[in-house]
């Protein structure tokens, strides 16, 4: 990655150490608490680099209070809790949602006072009900499949110290938004918000979502291993539905499974790659931290933004 040029590289030896003196308590309730999500996750990389970012997040809250609080002096108003924001970007399927609710415990534990919650993004796509209406449902994940009105609006909302505001939900089990239901984001110290758009500037609008985060994250892997890792979870999506009618799956479950793979790999190269290629790739160079990932989702390599 020649292009990073505005970035300090480390591969996760040398990341690891810049932080060997201290440690997150990673008691064995933590642990359990990550394995019962994703049994998967490497426990060697939560150590070597998940560790370390929390120590910079850490600091990174400390100095975002301390310029909050000497800007409501400078402007002579009271002091009050500003939510800090991480943004988790990359592509579908790259690993997102897994990192962010590591993330969601580590810093829990971390910050045993503060609290700290988590949305995605994917809860203000459009419900298949208005895709379909705007015939773009073979655009979902695009810019144009979100109502990033709402989505900066609930960030605002959020940053402005509102209480009990509310975002919509996705299942990707039922593959639409569920209806009426709703997660509550309730003036929390930190608020980690996973989703493929939130580098990008909507077409529509003036303003970023990135604008209201105060650190954010890319995770990259390259385009091979992620549609693997796509393929990966679709199989594991087609077992779960296999019993529930209500899955989106369900019929596909059991039906020729070589088919519903082949239409996987379809959806993967006219859908989700162009859209990874178009749109989310090139908001790389905006994340302040860039987490690199190979076989298996071991992180090899960590970019962290110079300017
Ligand atoms: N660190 C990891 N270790 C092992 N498997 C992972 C890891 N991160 C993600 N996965 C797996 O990769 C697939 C995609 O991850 P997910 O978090 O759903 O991605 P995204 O939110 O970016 O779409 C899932 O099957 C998930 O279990
Ligand atoms: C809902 C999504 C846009 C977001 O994906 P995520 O980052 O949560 O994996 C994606 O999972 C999706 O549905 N893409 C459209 C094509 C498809 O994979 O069915």
Not at 37 to 52: A, G, K, L
Not at 87 to 108: N, P, W, Y
Not at 275 to 303: G, W
Request: with cysteine.
């Amino acid at each position: 990655m020649a292009d990073l040029i505005n970035y300090y590289a480390f591969k996760k030896d040398e990341w690891k150490d810049l932080y060997k003196l201290q440690t997150v308590p990673l008691t064995k309730d933590s642990l359990k608490q990550i394995k019962a999500f994703n049994d998967e996750i490497s426990m060697q990389d939560v150590r070597d680099v998940y560790v370390p970012i929390v120590h910079l997040l850490d600091l990174c809250t400390q100095s975002f209070n301390e310029w909050q609080k000497t800007k409501t002096h400078f402007l002579s108003k009271e002091d009050r809790k500003v939510p800090f924001i991480i943004g988790i970007s990359g592509s579908v399927a790259v690993g997102k949602s897994t990192t962010a609710r590591l993330l969601e415990v580590l810093l829990s534990r971390y910050f045993e006072d503060k609290k700290i919650q988590l949305i995605t993004t994917d809860g203000f796509l459009y419900n298949s009900a208005e895709l379909n209406r705007r015939h773009i449902m073979d655009r979902k994940g695009f810019p144009e499949s979100y109502d990033m009105k709402s989505l900066i609006n609930f960030l605002n909302e959020v940053k402005s110290g509102k209480s009990n505001v509310l975002a919509p939900v996705y299942s990707h089990d039922v593959y639409d938004i569920i209806p009426d239901k709703f997660d509550v984001i309730d003036q929390p110290d930190v608020l980690i918000i996973e989703g493929i758009n939130t580098l990008q500037l909507p077409s529509n609008q003036q303003i970023y979502v990135s604008d209201f985060t105060d650190f954010s994250i890319y995770i990259d892997a390259d385009d091979a291993l992620i549609e693997k890792w796509y393929l990966e979870r679709f199989e594991k999506l087609m077992d779960t539905a296999f019993q529930k009618p209500s899955n989106y799956y369900y019929e596909m479950a059991h039906k020729d499974r070589q088919k519903a793979i082949q239409k996987a790999k379809e959806v993967w190269q006219e859908i989700n790659l162009p859209n990874l290629l178009e749109n989310i790739k090139p908001t790389r160079t905006r994340a302040d931290l860039i987490i690199h990932k190979s076989d298996n989702h071991i992180i090899d390599q960590i970019f962290l933004r110079k300017y």
